[in-house]
């Protein structure tokens, strides 16, 4: 768990931004912050890595104060557990993929976790092709591993697919959500794009001017009115929730919000972020797994 309170003067585009910000984050957790440029959104990321100062607050993690103003206590980023994913990558371009990894790993660190995350992010095939000469989509996934290679407990992610392609982004948003489960991390994602933040995140913040507007869970912020028409289209699974004697499972397909009844015995093959097939069952509409590897 995070907690932090976070005040600071920025300077942004339109002038002088009053940043009064308070939120915990509980552990496991992804949770995204949406907003307009010059928000505040990469400032609140920058803050909680400790390579940005609040003017007064609190950051607490786990019970260990990384930051406290008025105790004047600032744990510097090399000993916060965090892990970063810049927009622009920030990689070494003459180095290879693995030399980047190798670089971020610290002295006397296990080098077995360099092959386990290659694997887990696809990139055992590049491990020697310099960075220059990747493409974004690759690229991505060498500042994703790269983040993790320290085995942090936290992860900070600032728009990390904005300049990937939808087709590409699909896939990376996977391999995001497994990264995410897997390693058992808390995430803060800073993104621009409402379809990605309500596949990915338990809960988003709509940041205006330095302040919280809004938040809760993503698919009732963004789509308050839900449907359940006769339809027959694919989607994504972005919420399955106990309902007592049912299952409520939430489907993103488009820009349409549907919620689908289920029992305890269909629902045990889904997971949230699984692509599926939704399809009308006399009334009432009816998931159905897609294989991947059919794709």
């Known amino acids: 768990m995070i907690a932090f309170t976070l005040h600071k003067k920025l300077h942004a585009a339109d002038g002088i931004i009053q940043m009064n910000f308070s939120y915990t984050v509980e552990a496991g957790q992804l949770v995204s912050i949406y907003g307009s440029s010059g928000a505040g959104k990469t400032s609140i990321l920058r803050m909680l890595a400790g390579f940005f100062n609040p003017d007064a607050g609190t950051i607490v993690f786990n019970d260990e104060i990384w930051f406290d103003a008025g105790k004047k206590i600032n744990v510097p980023p090399q000993k916060r557990s965090v892990g970063f994913v810049f927009q622009d990558y920030a990689l070494f371009p003459n180095m290879s993929v693995k030399e980047n990894l190798e670089f971020a790993l610290q002295k006397g660190g296990p080098k077995n976790i360099i092959d386990e995350l290659m694997n887990v992010t696809e990139l055992e095939q590049l491990h020697n092709r310099r960075v220059q ?25 600032d728009e990390p697919l904005s300049a990937i392609d939808n087709e590409l982004r699909t896939k990376l948003q996977d391999i995001l959500i497994n990264i995410h489960r897997s ?36 698919a009732t912020m963004f789509f308050p009115q839900t449907s359940n028409e006769n339809f027959s289209l694919e989607g994504n699974i972005i919420k399955i929730e106990n309902s007592g004697n049912f299952y409520t499972v939430t489907v993103l397909a488009g820009n349409q919000i549907i919620n689908v009844k289920m029992a305890e015995s269909e629902i045990k093959a889904l997971s949230k972020g699984d692509k599926i097939m939704l399809s009308s069952k006399v009334f009432e509409p009816e998931i159905q797994k897609i294989d991947s590897t059919l794709n």
């Open 133 to 157: 000469t990747l493409s974004g989509g690759q690229k991505q996934r060498v500042a994703l591993a790269r983040a993790l290679v320290r085995k942090p407990k936290l992860l900070l992610l």
């Open 183 to 218: 390693y058992n991390l808390t995430t803060v994602l800073v993104s621009h794009d409402v379809a990605e933040i309500i596949k990915l995140s338990d809960k988003t913040i709509l940041l205006e001017n330095g302040l919280i507007k809004k938040s809760g869970e993503p």
